[in-house]
C-alpha cells in the first residue's frame, strides 16, 4: 500500500528521493481543530478532520495541541506539551486505519491471508506426523533436558 512520487516528503506530498515509494500513511499535514478534532491530509490527497474519540486519542491536559503538526517523514505527528517537549505520536498507519474503509479492509485482508486456517493447519499436522524423522520417537528419559536426573 504505497505510491510513487518524484523526488523528501514536503507538504504538498512530494519528495526529494527519485522516484521513492511512500506510504499512503503518510502524513502530510496535521493540526489541532477545536473541540477535540484533528484535521490530517495524508500523502495521497485522502484528508478529513477527524474526532479524537475516531482517533482514539485522549484529549491529553499537559500538551499544547495547537501545536500539531506532522513530523519532516510523515510517519509521525508532533505536538508540544506545556512545558515545551516535543511528543511523537507515531500513529500515521493507525490513524489512516481508523478513517479510511479501504486501507482497513486491505489491511485485515493482509492479516487474514496470513493466518492458517483450521483445515490448512491440521493438513499441516498430518503432514508432519507423516514426515516426521523416526529418530524422533526414539528419545528416551535420559534425553529430557527438563526432567528429573539419576546423576
Do not use: H
Not at 519532516?72 to 490513524?95: A, K, P, W
Amino acid at each position: 500500500m504505497a505510491i510513487e512520487v518524484q523526488g523528501t516528503l514536503t507538504p504538498d506530498g512530494t519528495s526529494t528521493i527519485p522516484r521513492a515509494t511512500i506510504a499512503v500513511e503518510c502524513i502530510v499535514e496535521a493540526r489541532y481543530v477545536e473541540p477535540a478534532q484533528m484535521y490530517l491530509r495524508f500523502v495521497d490527497g485522502l484528508e478529513g478532520t477527524f474526532t479524537f474519540e475516531q482517533l482514539r486519542l485522549d484529549m491529553v491536559v499537559d500538551v499544547k495541541w495547537e501545536t500539531v503538526q506532522a513530523s519532516n517523514g510523515g510517519t509521525r505527528i508532533e505536538v508540544q506539551t506545556n512545558g515545551g517537549e516535543c511528543v511523537l505520536l507515531d500513529y500515521s498507519g493507525d490513524f489512516r486505519y481508523l478513517v479510511d474503509a479501504t486501507f482497513a479492509a486491505k489491511i485485515d485482508q493482509s492479516i487474514r491471508d496470513q493466518q492458517m486456517t483450521p483445515a490448512e493447519q491440521e493438513e499441516a499436522a498430518r503432514i508432519s506426523m507423516l514426515t516426521r524423522d523416526p529418530r524422533w520417537y526414539d528419545v528416551g528419559d535420559e534425553d529430557d533436558l527438563f526432567g528429573e536426573t539419576d546423576g
